[in-house]
Every structure is written in structure tokens, then in C-alpha cells.
């Protein structure tokens, strides 16, 4: 058998195997990558893509169901899920034929079926889908074979009443009642939108508040909204069992025994790194007991020409995190070193109604750090373009350092939550991340009127004056 040499083999299509692949070529390298199912991995076909596509979705009938208030006489005639699933789909497979596309153009070589890898750790072995029985040899490989839903034993997935991220983005009709086990991102998203479009919702959370790791200003936005349209919110409360039969599912939880029945349940408590996938058993390879491949702070294993990236290691589940990593991995697989992720600084955008986006510490994280801080909360409440829009619910927060002389110094952290927050998290980003201090950041013109104005307003009160606030 002819052994087809690469400059690297990345396996794994998803954004973090995809992005390695599109930034070595783009740096001349020559690249192949492996894909078992399809080029996109899970962001692109049951996650981000799709279930912000269904939020979207929830958006238009909101505004629909409130477009008298602008004087638009709007009547909705109802929700054809139908179309929803068919434009979800649109979108879906565009980006899937523009991902190819760009992969062809930069003449990386696209290999269909399961790649693992040898224990020379230089060959990756194809096996099923079109490439079956291929071999391919590289001076560097790249694991990012990424992650699937996690699940709980005694709740077998069906689909129908049961049933993880991955079928409920493709399910045939919404249910007229769900309890989501898990009150983190993608639980909240879920829980959102299927309340905006209809069904009774409830969400049972194990930890003492949903949304952890969010500020505790900004989980109370959401909780506020959560309950005024309906979703019932019970915290610190473990799932016990499930019993399934004609009338639905009956869940037992907490302390007390309660129970709750529901037409569907949607298991969202997390994801489990894919790497059993990759014959690691038969390598040098260090996996953790959770199955996390260890990597160093450039994303290189415990074998030299090995990297892993995106959902494999132990690092955010995030898409722009993959992408951060892969760049990365090729950056250090051409020698330039590169700069490693800190990753208590990254973008976190959550897209439930209303949105949530922060970057860097916390109030609390920041005095566990030992911090002393300065906090500034600005609400849209009093933001003409938030009121013109009708999303006034929410609030900006800005961490900064507090210096001994009492002033402001370093910016520390933001936290959103409110309209399109999502999009308007970049100066935030960037002035954790290049350590600005408020008196830098407050000198500079935000335009008006925007939604954005009103992270200049919560930085300049910082400073001691303000405008508006």
C-alpha cells in the first residue's frame, strides 16, 4: 500500500480542525484533513449554527407578537415549523458547500472516514466512508476529533422524549411541554427559545443558580426575564430517574423526591470529548480520566509532532476557541512559537433572550483573585437606542482595579446582558485583553445613539464623572 505523505494531517473537520487546516495551507504548508460524518463538525450541523438559527427564529416572534407597540398591525398565524427547519437547513448546507469550497481553494486534501492514529504516532489510518483502507503519513498531526453530548445513565435517548442537542435541533414538532436538565449556556438557549415559540418550560439545575461562571448581576436579568414569560427555573436540584409511558415522561429530582411530567426531556449537561475515537489506546499519548487529551499551553501532547485542539482537550467548548487553538497549533508546528491562550480572558456569548457576552473576571472572580475592585452597572433601560428598539431589559457591568488610592485603574472584566450584547462585546474584549485602564478607555468617542454607548458611559463613571448615568 502507497502511504500518502502530508506536511500535516489534521483529524477532525470540525471548527477547530478546520481552522488548523485553512491557516497551515494559507502558510504554505501542505495539509490533509480527516472527517468521519461531515466537514463542519458540531458547530456547524447541531450546534452553533443551527440552534442560533432557531433563536432567530423565536426573535421574529417576538417581534411579530409585540409589533403593535411600533403601531404595525401584525397578526401571526402561528408557527409553520416545516419552513423553520427547511431555512435552518438552507443555511446549514451553504456553509457546509462554502467550507469545501474554501478547503479545495487553498488545496487542502479532504479525506471521508474515521482517522486513527498508528503508534509510530507519524500515520493516520483511514477506515469506512470513501477513503477506506487509505493511509496517510505526516511530520505533524493534529487531534481535533471534538466532542458529543454528554448523557445521564437510566435516560436512554430516543429522539422523541428524550433527547440531547443533537436530535432537538432536528425534531419534528416543538412539544407543548419540556423540563431541560442543565441550566448552563446551551440549556438556557434551549429553554428560551422553545418557550418563545410556545411550550411550557422548565429547567432543573444541579448547581445553585443557572448560567455558572456568569456574573451574578447578569444571571439575574435573565432569571427575571426567564420567569416573567413563563420558564420555571429550580436550582440545586440533582435528576434522579425518569420514567417514560404514554402520557410522557415523569422526572424525580431533588432532596425531596418531586417529581414533574413533560412531554420531552432535552439532556443539556455538558459535552464529552470524542477521543476513543482516535485508537489513542495503542499510542504515548496522555488522556485524562475524563477522556481530555493532555496538551501544554501551545496545544502540544505528551508526543512530540502531536497536537490536539478544540474539544478533545480540556480547555472552553467554544467554536472561536477552536479556531484560536488551531492557529495556534500550526504557529508552533512552523516554529513561530505563538502567543498561548489566556483563556480566563476569552469571549463568552450566550444567545438566549436576553443575550449575555462577557470577557474576563467576574465580581466575584476577580476578588477571589485578590483583587480590590471599582464596579460600574449601567442599565439599557435609559439607552435611547435600546428604547427605540423596545429591549430596554439588562445592564452593562465593568470590573476594573481598584488602585490604593482609591481611583480606577485596570479594566478587569465586562459583563452584558441585554440587546444584541453578543455584538457588541469587541471593545469590551479588547480592552480586557490589552490590559486598558478606564481612563484610556473612557477618553475614547462612542458613537450615538447605539447600545454600545452604554460600555463608555459604564467606563467613564469610573473615572469619577459621567454623562448620562
Known amino acids: 500500500m502507497t502511504i500518502q505523505h502530508f506536511d500535516v494531517v489534521v483529524v477532525g ?86 467550507l469545501a469550497g474554501l478547503l479545495k481553494s487553498r488545496k487542502v486534501t479532504v479525506f471521508e472516514g474515521l482517522g486513527t492514529l498508528d503508534p509510530d504516532h507519524k500515520t493516520i489510518s483511514i477506515s469506512g466512508g470513501q477513503s477506506d483502507g487509505t493511509k496517510l503519513s505526516a511530520d505533524a498531526v493534529i487531534l481535533a476529533a471534538g466532542s458529543v453530548p454528554r448523557t445521564m445513565p437510566g435516560f436512554p435517548i430516543d429522539g422523541e422524549k428524550i433527547v440531547t442537542s443533537d436530535e432537538l435541533l432536528s425534531i419534528s414538532k416543538l412539544p407543548e411541554s419540556a423540563v431541560v436538565i442543565g441550566g448552563g449556556a446551551i440549556g438556557c438557549e434551549f429553554a428560551s427559545m422553545m418557550s418563545d415559540l410556545g411550550t411550557k418550560v422548565t429547567i432543573l439545575e444541579y448547581a445553585p443558580k443557572i448560567l455558572p461562571g456568569c456574573d ?15 420558564i420555571d427555573i429550580k436550582t440545586g436540584v440533582a435528576v434522579k430517574s425518569q420514567v417514560t409511558d404514554n402520557n410522557g415522561v415523569t422526572l424525580t429530582y431533588g432532596d425531596d423526591d418531586s417529581q414533574i411530567t413533560t412531554d420531552t426531556v432535552v439532556m443539556s449537561i455538558g459535552r464529552r ?13 496522555k488522556v485524562d480520566d475524563r477522556g481530555f487529551i493532555e496538551v501544554d499551553e501551545y496545544c502540544k501532547t505528551s508526543v512530540d509532532g502531536v497536537w490536539a485542539v478544540g474539544d478533545v482537550i480540556a480547555t472552553a467548548q467554544l467554536a472561536h476557541i477552536g479556531f484560536a487553538e488551531g492557529m495556534l497549533a500550526i504557529t508552533n508546528i512552523l516554529g513561530e512559537g505563538g502567543n498561548p491562550i489566556e483563556y480566563d480572558k476569552v469571549p463568552w456569548c450566550i ?58 485603574g485596570k479594566i478587569l472584566g465586562v459583563h452584558m446582558v441585554g440587546p444584541w450584547v453578543t455584538e457588541q462585546l469587541g471593545q469590551g474584549y479588547l480592552a480586557v485583553n490589552w490590559e486598558a485602564t478606564v481612563d484610556e478607555v473612557a477618553s475614547l468617542i462612542q458613537p450615538h ?21
Open 13 to 98: 473537520g470540525g471548527p477547530a480542525g478546520y481552522a488548523s487546516a485553512l491557516y497551515g495551507a494559507s502558510a504554505g504548508l501542505n495539509i490533509a484533513l480527516v472527517e468521519k460524518h461531515k466537514l463542519g463538525g458540531t458547530c456547524l450541523h447541531v450546534g452553533c449554527i443551527p440552534a442560533k438559527e432557531l433563536l432567530e427564529t423565536a426573535a421574529v416572534s417576538r417581534t411579530v407578537e409585540h409589533a403593535s407597540v411600533f403601531g404595525v398591525q401584525a397578526e401571526s398565524k402561528g408557527l409553520d415549523w416545516s419552513v423553520t427547519m427547511s431555512r435552518k437547513q438552507k443555511i446549514i448546507d451553504q456553509l457546509t458547500g462554502g
Open 216 to 230: 451574578i448581576d447578569a444571571v439575574k436579568v435573565v432569571e427575571k426575564s426567564f420567569k416573567k414569560r413563563g
Open 273 to 285: 470529548p470524542s477521543s476513543e475515537t482516535l485508537g489513542l489506546e495503542n499510542t504515548q499519548i
Open 351 to 408: 444567545y438566549c433572550h436576553p443575550e449575555v457576552a462577557f470577557a474576563g473576571h467576574s465580581e466575584a472572580s476577580a476578588k477571589e483573585a485578590g483583587y480590590e475592585v471599582a464596579v460600574s452597572k449601567h442599565g439599557f433601560i435609559g439607552n435611547g437606542r435600546a428604547m427605540i428598539v423596545g429591549g430596554t431589559e439588562g445592564l452593562v457591568k465593568i470590573i476594573a482595579e481598584k488602585l490604593p488610592d482609591g481611583t480606577a
Open 449 to 469: 445613539p447605539t447600545m454600545s454607548e452604554l460600555f463608555g458611559e459604564s467606563v467613564l463613571a469610573l473615572t469619577g464623572r459621567s454623562l448620562h448615568g
